[in-house]
């Protein structure tokens, strides 16, 4: 099992940019898949980003193509999704997960642990 704390959610406009962290426990971090995904009131979770243990490896959710960009600092024990060009549909709780098993994924149930949590919020 691994702990995760996600940070460095907030309140943004249309357009601006932020960049969450996510702070992992565990001395295997290397080893995790890690990968974001966000939850909208009234909305099921939805896969945002996956990065395998190398950084080799990246997907991204349609929505999110291009706009952002998942890395991993793993002498950290740490990764990020940097957002930018952010829309009032990306408003979500962002989830940071890990996943014990290598590979890339884009359903929620191949990932074992989950954070709590950061609010995103993008004004118009």
């Known amino acids: 099992q691994v702990q995760l704390v996600e940070s460095g959610g907030g309140l943004v406009q249309a357009g601006g940019s932020l960049r969450l962290s996510c702070a992992a426990s565990g001395r295997t971090f290397s080893t995790y898949t890690m990968g974001w995904f966000r939850q909208a009131p009234g909305k099921e979770r939805e896969f945002v980003a996956a990065i395998s243990w190398s950084s080799l490896n990246t997907d991204y959710g349609d929505s999110v193509k291009g706009r952002f960009t998942i890395s991993r600092d793993n002498a950290k024990n740490t990764v990020y999704l940097q957002m930018n060009s952010l829309k009032p549909e990306d408003t979500a709780v962002y989830y940071c997960?890990?996943?014990?098993?290598?590979?890339?994924?884009?359903?929620?149930?191949?990932?074992?642990?989950w954070g709590q949590g950061t609010q995103v919020t993008v004004s118009s």
């Open positions: 997960t890990a996943a014990f098993t290598r590979g890339l994924s884009r359903s929620y149930v191949f990932y074992d642990d």
